[in-house]
């Protein structure tokens, strides 16, 4: 019996590492554009909870939001709480919320025009939730920063 072994030796040329990068806020969040979004999607079929979505657009100086939970069918409540949170330069902070419920329908749907101090980030983020008896889901979103600029 013959045993044939084949080795094959690398040789990798190491040299000195990159500089590293620190993340600017910029690369987090772009000042040119004018709408953030986000969708939660539950992973079963059959869910309760069809999906729930978020947006956050500049508008002239104005900060739009719009958010939405919707059920796969009607149900005892549908909720919705937005927040709209204002970046201080070193964490988000709460600026505004809504805090919805919708009884039985298969959808909570809001939108909102807001005076905001201009030339900051703002974000949004998001519960949702459906309940029909003892049946509960929820989920939750949450978008980028956007720059509403000056």
């Given at each position: ?9 690398t ?21 040119k554009?004018?709408?953030?979004e ?55 902070n ?7 419920i919708?009884y ?21 983020h998001?519960y ?8 509960f889901?929820?989920g ?6 956007l720059?509403?600029?000056?």
């Amino acid at each position: 019996m013959i045993i044939l072994v084949l080795m094959q030796m690398t040789v990798l040329s190491v040299g000195a590492e990159p500089e590293r990068k620190v993340p600017m806020w910029e690369d987090f969040a772009s000042k040119k554009m004018k709408y953030v979004e986000d969708t939660y999607s539950p992973l079963s079929k059959g869910s309760l909870m069809y999906h729930g979505y978020i947006k956050l657009e500049e508008n002239d100086g104005k900060a739009g939001v719009y958010g939405e939970t919707l059920a796969s069918r009607d149900a005892d409540e549908v909720g919705l709480n937005i927040y709209l949170d204002q970046y201080s330069g070193v964490a988000y902070n709460n600026y505004t919320y809504w805090k919805t419920i919708e009884y039985n329908t298969s959808m909570n749907i809001k939108s909102y025009m807001v005076s905001v101090p201009q030339g900051y980030y703002y974000r949004l983020h998001a519960y949702h939730y459906v309940e029909d008896g003892s049946d509960f889901e929820n989920g939750s979103t949450l978008t980028q920063g956007l720059m509403i600029p000056q």
